[in-house]
């Protein structure tokens, strides 16, 4: 409830003065009901002049939510325009009590200094522990009921006193200086990337953007930023986008740093694996913290670096209330706690490019020698020359470049690599005869087929639709308007005979094939690693990610080409990748001249021209008509906000889009927070969904 959105006082009685510290879970009465709540600051007094309830029940005396990271849900929810108890509930993971009694592996390594995390200091809590009489204290509510309760106090709750800044190495109360060693040789092809390391073991705070070379290891290069980091006295928190390359980091630290130096915190590890690596970090066990968006708000003591890697991933937005993304949250945590930060990936998207060119981030990137060393040679079979040799090349799905560059490389032995963004057999299909694409009769939702003896079935509803006959024409036959990986798969099988074809995808994904001769069939995200490297790599059906009604499909066509362009073998030794696509178009010759910079300084400035994010900040205001017509009518945007729309939205709902400039975020943010607490407080049926910086605006 936005009208909520604040801290409320409550007396601490004598009883629970010892376990009552900044941080901990407690239980309050609010508006006659017993609600869980989060102890933020204890103080003196209150300005409330009216009667204080007490707190009725400290849950747990673990203070899980560090100072830092309360300061850092304030600042999200700021921004993201939502509720901080929303940020909570994303940043500190479900209490498992059974893992909170359990014995510390290592008690030894916990900190001294960390009282001020913990919580501990009775002069930061405001309170002597053999004080007998209550004293105030500021509680966040995680999910108060409407209706009148005690008298709000303050802003933000949290103790500004309580800034939980990283010491500069060798100052008194840092931790001492890792023994692990810093190698820069793994980034020695970087000219930056020695003196970002060296900013890191020095305890500074260098900020850079990282395009990865083909074949890089980056997760090795990440845990030897982890481990610069650890030998300047301070620690590291890095989100990745999935569990794949949490594998491969996880395995990475393992090697450099050994077992039991970091934690991994993932949704998909089960509460209890969950919550104890939370409190490893919390407690100041471990300095490092790794992790899909789910560790984006890990606490680490004295942090000292936040890296992203793939930031352009859209598994690093969070779809639940107030939908922050990981890279967003990072970089505010690199600016209040003054961290380092580092954002990687095999290309680089506009957001990464406004760092650069801002000058809030430094590009860190190999000289043109270097690539033309590394990187595959990439041919597109649209250009003109491919169309003189082979007039079929603009339409055949496989030209004749692909399937030669297939055939050689499996004659010298070596594995082939075929993208396809499509998975299953046939995802969509049409009439034979006129071409009209095959609807299902029951809800209007695409027909396909997933097999090639399967009857075609609705890919919303599940129907089958045995007995289908095209509304337009009455025709019976079906041709494929779309082929899937699988069907792929079938017709490369049966144009190479004898040669192994391999499949992974959502159903059974791969992490590494063997370097013999091999077709590998993989949708974008799921292609394994290939012992020694790919001999090829065919990017098919271009058009499929070229041509979507979203402002990042060249931006997002690139990622994904390049991640798979990536495993293959440099020009040198053989490595080629052949791109079924025009070459004149600019995310094509991002991928032939392996320059992701350059495309997104000019996707940036494109955007910039037409008024897109991030060149400007939008949000999005979704729900009934009148609904989201009541809450802009409520908010008094800033100067020059810009209303666009409506444009439909799913479930008979529409949507608004409001622009300002990049300057004017913060107003934007605060202006619909507070016209969303007016309907709260008004107890409006209808809900508005409110989104800034969507990822999808259309």
Known sequence: MPHLDRPFDYLVPAGLADDAVPGVRVKVRFAGQLVDGWLLERVDSSAHDGRLAYLEKVVSPEPVLAPEVARLARAVADRYAGNLADVLRLAVPPRHARVEKEPRADPARVDPARADSAGADPARAGTDPGDDGPTPSAVDLSAPPAGDGPAPHGAGGVDPRGADRAAPPGAAGSAPRDA?????????????????????????????????????????????????????????????????DLDRLDAALTTLLGPGRHVTLSAALGPARRYRAFLAARRGDVPVVIGTRAAMF????????????????????????????????LLTRARLADAAALVGGWTRTAEGQLLVETGWAREVVADRATLRARTPAVAPTGDDPQLARDPGAATARLPSLAWTTARDTL???????????????????????????????????????????????????????????CPQCGGRRLRAAVTGARRTAEELGRAFPGVPVRTSGRDEVLT??????????????????ADGGYG?????????????????????ALRRWLSAAALARPAPAGGKVVVVADGALAPVQALLRWDPGWFAARELAER?????????KMASVTGGAEAVADLLAQARLPDGAEVLGPVPADEDRERMLVR?????AAAL??????????????????????????????
């Open 669 to 698: 943010a605060g202006a619909l927070h507070t016209a969303a607490g007016v309907r709260s407080a008004r107890r409006a049926a209808e809900p508005v969904r409110l989104q800034v910086d969507p990822l999808a605006l259309f």
């Open 512 to 529: 590494t094939v063997p370097g013999g001769a091999a077709l590998v069939i993989a949708t974008p995200g799921a292609e394994p690693v």
């Open 536 to 556: 090829a790599v065919l990017l098919l059906d271009s058009w499929a990610l070229l041509t979507r009604a979203d402002l990042r499909a060249g931006e997002e």
């Open 180 to 244: 692990v060693g810093v190698d820069p040789r793994g980034w020695r092809d970087y000219p930056a990337g020695p003196a970002f390391l060296t900013a890191l073991a020095d305890g500074r705070a260098p900020r850079a953007v990282w395009s990865a070379l083909a074949g890089e290891d980056w997760a090795a290069r990440y845990a030897d930023a982890v481990a610069a980091t650890l030998a300047g006295g301070r620690g590291a928190v890095v989100v990745v986008a999935d569990a794949r």
């Open 298 to 329: 890990a606490p680490v003591d004295r942090l000292g670096l936040v890296a992203i890697w793939d930031d352009g991933d859209d598994l690093h937005a969070e779809p639940r209330a107030p939908y922050p993304h990981a890279r967003e949250v």
């Open 608 to 616: 910039r021209e037409l008024g897109f994010p991030p060149a400007v």
């Open 411 to 469: 004659r010298a032995d070596a594995p082939v690599l075929v993208q396809v963004p499509r998975r299953g057999y046939l995802p969509s299909v049409s009439c034979a005869d006129c071409r009209t694409p095959a609807r299902c009769p029951h809800c209007a939702g695409p027909l396909a087929l997933r097999a090639a003896d399967a009857p075609p079935a609705c890919r919303w509803c599940g129907r089958v639709t045995a007995a289908y006959a």
């Open 660 to 664: 300002v400039p990049r300057s004017r």
